[in-house]
């Protein structure tokens, strides 16, 4: 191995409650129902940093699934995602009793403020370290709405014009303390220098900011921005503004395809492709051997879900209802069209699965989930043979693994997984740096005179 020989970057891919992003999670046995107590997150936490990971992301949803039957009934008897923690609060704790990880929380730019976000995470990134990264969802459908005051969603590429904006103002804020604002002199007495703590005075289409925040510029100067667009309008969005970009694709062909797509985007607005990391979700299933691998693959794809929970998550994830739909109803393309959630997703799937003839039985029994990436099953030696082959042949540069149960699939990966991928030299055997920046090979951001002015 040499010294400068490419490494990945992996992230745990956290929920702050009783369901992982695979439906049948909680009903696993080895799965521990400590969804509300702090020393379950921090477990986890603990867990992913010795295993050297670069972040521990925890995704969000403003709602439980109703648009399935026109209830949440079905959410909460099935335990398809009905619980879900607020995720400052969260990252807040595990933030205490961990000193590398990094600690990423989605926050959408549709229901809440640029001054609300700006404040939450740089808070984050002071009492972390310097840890703190944000996911930018621009939210998916009308549930999320309803508990929001508003009927229905907006429009996809409405959405994205309003984050453009909220993302403006929100760097903007985290720019208005200079780096060496704090002056802290009793004698004088002069506590911080307002020549150098400016007001923002932004003023847009969506959101008009004042400024400055209430919090001095944090140790990564800005928080690192993650995002998964995955749309045309969605690429654009993530080109202009992410640093890492998660990835729902289920092959290696479409991954490739994509990430070719998404780093020329990234290189046409001037930005170099080689700072923006693309990472796949996949979910691990290690085993002793391969059968017992395959055998315990079985357990979580045959036995512990139930269709009409995946077609509850399903639901939320298309804004449709599919309660109506026979599970033997193909899906066409006009009914794709008619939906107007995440489409890219089932686009792809069914490509995966095998083009027209696709069912609706098999969207919800596809991996039981349909937020979806690859699935690398095997001894530590198989899984790690496939990701190598995706991280070396153009497929990616890491990967956001997503957990069958808790911990026990994080245990996995790091008891096994890693230290192989250590050997290979594919990975980190110890954190160099101390913010998630280090980690990440990411420069500190300078703060910009410009935005200080307004829009
Ligand atoms: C790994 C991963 C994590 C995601 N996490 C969230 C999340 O926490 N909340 C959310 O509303 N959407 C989440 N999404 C969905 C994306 O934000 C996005 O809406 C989706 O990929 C569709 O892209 P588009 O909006 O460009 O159509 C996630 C997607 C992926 C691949």
Redesign the pocket.
């Known amino acids: 191995m040499s010294n400068d020989q490419r490494q990945m970057s992996l992230v745990g891919?956290m929920q702050a409650g009783s369901t992982t992003?695979y439906a049948g999670s909680w009903r696993h046995p080895a799965t521990e129902q400590g969804f509300l107590t702090s020393e379950f997150y921090q477990k986890l936490g603990r867990t992913l940093e010795e295993g050297c990971f670069d972040l521990m992301?925890?995704?969000?949803?403003?709602a439980m699934p109703g648009i399935y039957g026109g209830s949440v009934a079905d959410a909460v008897r099935l335990g398809a995602r009905p619980v879900k923690l607020d995720l400052s609060v969260v990252l807040g704790v595990v933030a205490g009793v961990t000193r590398h990880i990094g600690l990423g929380a989605?926050y959408?730019t549709t229901y809440y403020s640029p001054f609300h976000v700006a404040r939450t995470f740089a808070t984050l990134d002071h009492l972390s370290g310097g840890r703190a990264a944000w996911?930018?969802?621009?939210?998916?459908n009308d549930s999320?709405a309803q508990n929001y005051g508003f009927r229905e969603h907006l429009g996809?590429d409405e959405?994205?014009d309003r984050a453009d904006e909220f993302m403006e103002a929100t760097t903007g804020l985290w720019d208005t303390w200079e780096d060496d604002a704090l002056v802290l002199d009793r004698e004088t007495p002069i506590f911080a220098d307002p020549a150098k703590v400016h007001e923002l005075r932004y003023e847009g289409k969506w959101f008009t900011v004042r400024g400055p925040l209430t919090v001095p510029r944090s140790p990564q100067g800005r928080p690192v921005i993650l995002?998964?667009?995955?749309?045309?309008?969605?690429?654009d969005?993530?080109a202009r503004w992410a640093e890492l970009i998660?990835?729902?694709d289920p092959g290696l062909e479409v991954a490739r395809s994509h990430y070719r797509d998404q780093k020329e985007r990234v290189g046409e607005l001037g930005r170099d492709p080689a700072t923006v990391k693309m990472?796949?979700?996949a979910y691990t299933v290690v085993g002793e051997s391969p059968g017992h691998a395959q055998e315990r693959e079985r357990l979580f794809l045959d036995e512990l879900v139930d269709p009409v929970a995946s077609l509850t998550l399903l639901s939320e994830?298309m804004n449709h209802d599919f309660s109506g739909l026979a599970l033997d109803a193909p899906i066409t393309d006009e009914l794709i069209e008619s939906v107007s959630g995440?489409?890219?997703?089932v686009q792809n799937l069914r490509r995966h699965i095998g083009g027209d003839t696709v069912t609706l039985a098999d969207l919800a029994g596809h991996r039981a989930t349909l937020?979806?990436?690859p699935r690398f099953v095997g001894t530590a030696t198989m899984i790690a043979d496939q990701m190598e082959e995706w991280f070396d042949g153009g497929a990616c540069d890491g990967f956001?693994i997503?957990a069958t149960h808790v911990p026990g699939a994080y245990e996995d990966m790091v008891r096994l997984v890693v230290p192989e991928l250590q050997r290979r030299g594919l990975f980190r055997s110890s954190y160099s740096g101390s913010t998630l920046r280090d980690h990440l090979g990411l420069t500190r951001p300078a703060a910009a005179a410009t935005s200080r002015t307004g829009a």
């Open positions: 891919f992003v992301f925890f995704d969000d949803r403003l989605t959408s996911n930018v969802v621009t939210s998916v999320e996809h959405r994205y995002q998964a667009g995955s749309s045309g309008r969605g690429r969005f993530a998660f990835t729902g990472l796949p979700m994830l995440i489409r890219g997703l937020l979806q990436g956001v997503a």
